[in-house]
Structures are given as C-alpha cells and as structure tokens.
C-alpha cells in the first residue's frame, strides 16, 4: 500500500513568541504540547489514509472506545535535539519506527510503514521547530502513539485505529547535576511475562507497574527494579528504563528475555560502550549476583538507561530481605562518562560516527 502523504493544515493562530518562550525557559517534562500533531487513520481494507498536521487540540472520543475498555493501544518515545550550529536532528527514529511495528504485531494492530513514522515526526518537528529548545541537554519529545477508535464492546481486533504525533519540549532532566535514584527490588508484583506484552510499548505495561511503584514510594525508594515473573530472581529492568551493570570496564545488561522492553538507548550503549574501549554485553544478573558483587567490590557501578533522562545513576538498592549502597552511593566514573558521550552525540558536540542523527530535511 502508498505511503499516504501528509496534508499541511497548520493553525492560524500558533502561540506567540514571547509565550513559547516563556515555556522554553522552564519546560519540565510532558506538561506543554507544541502548536501542531500529525493524525494519521487505518480502516480495514483502506489501509493508511488521511495523514495530515493540525493544530493540536482534544479528540472527541466515543465511550464505548474500544481503547478505553480493552487498551489496544501503543507508542514510542524519541527526542529532537538541536545542534550548535542551529540544525535540528532526531535520535533513531528508524529503531523507534521498527519497535512501533513489532508493538503494533503483538497487539493485533496495523504496522505503520517505517518511512511514514519518520516522515510523520520530521512533518511535526519542521513545523514546530522553534519549539526545540536550544540549551544543552534540552530537547522536543516526540511521542508517536496509535490506538483503536472502533467503537464497541465485542472483544477481537479493532478495524479502525488512529496513529497520532505529539510533541513536547523537555528541559534538561537532572537540575543541578546527575542525581542517583533509589531503587525498590519488586519481589510481590511482576511487571511482564514471557509470552506477554512486555516486550511491546504498550500504554498497559505501565498500568500494570502502578501498584509496584506507589509500593517503592512507601519504602522509600525512587524507582521499582522488575525481576523475572518466574522465579522473583533475575533483573529485567527499572521502571521505564533498561539496566547496565559495571565490572570495571565490563558492562552488563540483562539479555532480551522476551518479557522486557528492547530500549534504543540500551542497543546504542552497547556499540558505544565498546567502542570507547570497554567490553559491552548482554546477560544474565540474579538479585543475590547485584548484592554479592556489590558487597566485594567486583561490581563497581549501576545505571539505568532510556529516552527521557537517557543515563540515571543508581545510588542505593532495598528489598524485602536486604539492603544496600551502590558503591559510594554516588554517580560512578563510567556512568558518567558513557551518559557524556551519548549526549554529546545526540546535542551534537561530538561527531556521529554511526550515522544516528536523522537531519531534518
Ligand atoms: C521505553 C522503555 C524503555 C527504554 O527504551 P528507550 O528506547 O531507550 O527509550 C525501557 N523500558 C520500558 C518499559 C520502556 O517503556
């Protein structure tokens, strides 16, 4: 089938300049939504039709949605950064566009052509350009999304969905320096099983992570680490974000089980953590591994990695049974270094060997 192509019908009235600058000088995350969003329709048998950019504003939504009574939707989340000369580039938008299919498969949905998820984000980000911010670790999220708007209550795959881009400026994510998370090893809820949906972007994993995470609050903890749904005893990820172990100049993450989530920024730290001279791979890490090798001293740093605050340091780990400092309990010498050289890439202070920056043309 034709990539459709975008229908240009942009807003009359975008926001003026001096109060989108107002909201550039303190963007925080998700809480401001630029001028435009790119609305793309599938209907059984039609396929792809009606791709257009529109001022953004609220759907009307029917209540028999199918999406709001059996969640058969999905999204993805990637970033624009502008260059020092001025220019504007997106980090992998192709790896963003291949998972938003394999989600789409494994929720019965439509994939979307790669070449019309990044034609989609590159539409929205050329005419919201000047909501990319212009300092350091700021950037324009791009939150691409589809869902099914066929109404009804029948249980099968929806015949009609909605593929939708939005975008929102994102301010640098630790203020006032890199600031290690506390971590809550979830022991009584699981957040996937292999054979599940955890594998997918899917607006339900998260719904399935809430409990989990209001539980670490009360201990105390910033973030929920997810272990293996089977035995409670291998690391899979931490909240929305994929987890490196560091042995000195070995870095481990866990290997794809098929119950956690492929993260880009986890794939691009693989190829650029070898490339700057350590030994990068995938693996297997128990809970009682984590502790055993903190307390001697072999595992020296923990981080997580993923889209919004790209690398996040880990600086203490609780459970039910234990409790410990990750290392001195401050961000580590190679987690700094390797959230250094990803960001310098993707802000463009430092080269892109691997040709990740997708230029806006
Ligand atoms: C999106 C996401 C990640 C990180 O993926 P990136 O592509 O690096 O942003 C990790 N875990 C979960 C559950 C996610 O939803």
């Known amino acids: 089938m034709p990539t459709p192509t975008i229908e240009l019908k942009p807003s009359a009235r975008p926001l003026p300049e001096a109060e989108r600058d107002a909201i550039l000088a303190d963007p925080g995350f998700g809480r401001h939504f630029t001028d435009h969003m790119v609305t793309i329709r599938w209907t059984e048998g039609r396929g792809w039709h009606d791709a257009e950019l529109v001022p953004y504003a609220p759907l009307s939504i029917d209540p028999a ?17 502008r260059r020092p000369d001025g220019s504007v580039a997106i980090f ?24 019309t998820f990044i034609e989609a984000c590159q539409t929205l980000v050329r005419q919201d350009r000047a909501w990319v911010p212009a300092h350091g670790e700021e950037s324009l999220y791009l939150r691409p999304f589809m869902f099914a ?21 994102a301010g640098a994510y630790f203020q006032g320096g890199v600031k290690p998370v506390s971590v809550w090893l979830s022991e009584d809820y699981v957040r996937a099983v292999k ?40 690391v899979e990820e931490m909240g929305g974000m994929n987890l490196y172990f ?25 190829t650029l953590a070898r490339d700057l001279g350590y030994s990068a791979e995938e693996g297997r890490i128990s809970t009682k591994d984590w502790r055993r090798d903190t307390e001697s001293g072999a595992l020296t740093e923990v981080f997580a990695c993923g889209t919004a605050a790209v690398i996040t340091p880990v600086g203490a780990v609780k459970s039910n049974a234990a409790e410990w400092t990750q290392g001195d ?11 250094k050289a990803l960001l310098d890439l993707q802000t463009g202070a430092a080269p892109d060997p691997y040709g990740w920056m997708h230029e806006l043309a």
């Open 195 to 234: 054979g599940g949906i955890g594998a997918a972007k899917a607006g339900a994993n998260y719904a399935a992570s809430l409990l989990a995470r209001k539980e670490a609050e009360a201990k105390g903890c910033d973030e929920v680490v997810w272990l293996d749904a089977v035995e409670h005893n291998w």
């Open 65 to 81: 949605n199918m999406t709001l009574h059996y969640a058969q939707t999905v999204f993805e989340g990637l970033k624009a950064y």
């Open 246 to 270: 560091v042995y000195g100049d070995r870095i481990v993450t866990p290997e794809l089980s098929g119950s956690l989530l492929p993260g880009v920024t986890r794939a691009s730290l693989l």
């Open 149 to 169: 708007t066929e109404v009804g209550l029948g249980v099968r795959p929806a015949g009609e969905y909605l593929f939708m881009v939005i975008a929102s400026p």
């Open 329 to 339: 309990g401050q961000p580590g010498e190679v987690t700094l270094r390797l959230r």
């Open 92 to 115: 992998r938008p192709e790896s963003n566009a291949r998972r938003f299919q394999t989600s789409a498969r494994r929720l019965a949905m439509p994939e979307l052509p790669v070449e």
